[in-house]
């Protein structure tokens, strides 16, 4: 019988539950994201995940917020920054997903891992949206349906990946945060479908009309995935795509700007803005790191525009 998961307490810093060991763990891989977050993170997945080999296998369930509870395994390299809470993973997201709670929207989880913005969005500071939680992999889709239950299965599951269209491919990777299957076949990895973010349309999952936040964290399928959601992007839809660091091409912004009528933002720590992007250039500034991604998002809703430019309104007004 498994262990229950260690607590943490991200707002009071109280971990319950955990072993001396597992205390001194903690400390090691809080130390270790303070430090490393100087220079991006870089190497503390690959330490952490050593340190995680000396660790009896268990849960670990942070408390988000009072609504939010998010359980991976104790030691997990990638997000055991979570520890850290000075952490904040992906700010301009939850820049943007705060100040949408007023708004009825949906959230279509594209690449959800294990559920951590699906958790995070349905919970009540966040506005308790619908949130659709879309991840191919039979190693993750477990992971990613146990927050749904610990969190009331207040957020819907699909195992599938996100493409052009409906059918199979072969998921590949050795991380669990880049599982992709735009990968080499050969590699290994697992037959998994496939279906186009206009399908959900079709299947009756979403409307054709309506609000919809589009998380697209698929792996290098990014393009792909917006060549199947041409519908659904003429609904008051923003997508969210990751553009990777060492891509100094910004293939993904390049084909927004060039090949679709959407408008493009990337949000810049500088100015504490949502930035237009009108020329490439701007990502070349913000795009500092090689190792880690960088959210752009595109949208031709007059809505989000709106929300959008009041958002940068009140990022001024508290720089003033």
């Known amino acids: 019988m498994a262990q229950a998961p260690i607590q943490f307490d991200r707002a009071s810093g109280a971990i319950e539950g955990a072993n001396l060991w597992e205390r001194t763990a903690a400390l090691a891989l809080v130390t270790g994201s303070k430090i490393s977050s100087h220079f991006s993170h870089m190497g503390y997945i690959a330490c952490a995940n050593l340190l995680r080999k000396t660790l009896t296998e268990r849960n670990i369930a942070i408390k988000l917020n009072s609504d939010a509870v998010f359980e991976f395994p104790y030691g997990d390299g990638y997000w055991s920054k979570l520890l850290n809470r000075s952490y904040n993973y992906e700010d301009e997201l939850d820049l943007l997903f705060k100040d949408s709670a007023d708004v009825d929207y949906i959230l279509i989880d594209c ?11 349905s919970s009540r500071p966040f506005g308790s949206h619908k949130a659709i939680a879309i ?3 039979a190693q993750n889709f477990p992971k ?13 599951c699909m195992k599938c990946a996100i493409g052009a269209a409906r059918g199979t491919a072969r998921l590949s990777g050795t991380k669990h945060e880049a599982f992709s299957i735009a990968g080499d076949p050969s590699e290994g990895g ?3 479908p496939v279906i186009a973010l206009d399908n959900l349309i079709d299947d ?4 054709a009309s309506g609000k919809y936040l589009i998380k697209l964290d698929v792996e290098g399928v990014e393009i792909e995935a917006i060549k199947g959601g041409t519908r659904l992007l003429r609904a008051d839809s923003v997508i969210i795509c990751e553009e990777h660091g060492s891509d100094r091409s910004h293939a993904v912004s390049r084909y927004i700007l060039e090949k679709t009528p959407l408008k493009l933002f990337v949000y810049d720590p500088r100015s504490n803005r949502m930035e237009t992007v009108t020329e490439l250039s701007i990502l070349d500034r913000i795009k500092v790191s090689t190792h880690v991604g960088y959210n752009v998002f595109g949208t031709a809703s007059a809505f989000w525009q709106d929300r959008i430019d009041a958002l940068n309104a009140k990022a001024s007004r508290r720089m003033q």
């Not at 749904?148 to 819907?156: C, L, P, Q, S, W």
């Not at 009756?204 to 409307?207: D, L, M, P, S």
Request: aromatic share 12%; glycine share 14%.
């Open 135 to 137: 991840e191919p992999s």
């Open 190 to 192: 697992e037959n998994v």
């Open 111 to 121: 690449g959800a891992n294990y559920g951590y913005w699906s958790v995070l969005v």
């Open 204 to 207: 009756g999952k979403v409307g």
């Open 144 to 156: 990613l349906a146990n927050n749904a239950e610990i969190n009331g299965d207040r957020f819907d």
